[in-house]
C-alpha cells in the first residue's frame, strides 16, 4: 500500500521518516542500513544489499562448477 511522506532538511543533507508499521513489518530501526536502487518506476529503498545478492549468483556459479573439487577438499 502507498504511503506518502516529506523530504526534509537534515543538516547539508535530506531526508525522509518511514511510518512506525512499516519500520516493524520489515523489522527496520534506527542505524541500520537501507539501499536506494533507482528503477524504472522510481526510487526503491530496501534493507537488501544488491551486491550480496550478486556475490551470492558467483559463489552458486562457482559452487556448482567446482562442487566435485570442493567435496574433495572438505574431507
Do not use: W
Not at 543538516?11 to 512506525?20: C, D, E, V, Y
Not at 539501499?35 to 549468483?57: R, W
Request: charged share 25%; hydrophobic share 35%.
Amino acid at each position: 500500500m502507498p504511503k506518502q511522506t516529506t523530504i526534509r532538511a537534515i543538516g547539508n543533507s535530506a531526508g525522509t521518516t518511514i511510518p512506525k508499521p512499516m519500520l516493524e513489518r520489515y523489522h527496520l530501526g534506527e542505524g541500520d542500513t537501507v539501499h536506494l536502487i533507482e528503477t524504472e518506476e522510481g526510487i526503491l529503498i530496501t534493507p537488501f544489499d544488491p551486491a550480496f545478492e550478486e556475490a551470492m549468483a558467483i559463489y552458486a556459479e562457482g559452487a556448482k562448477r567446482y562442487r566435485n573439487a570442493m567435496r574433495e577438499l572438505a574431507k
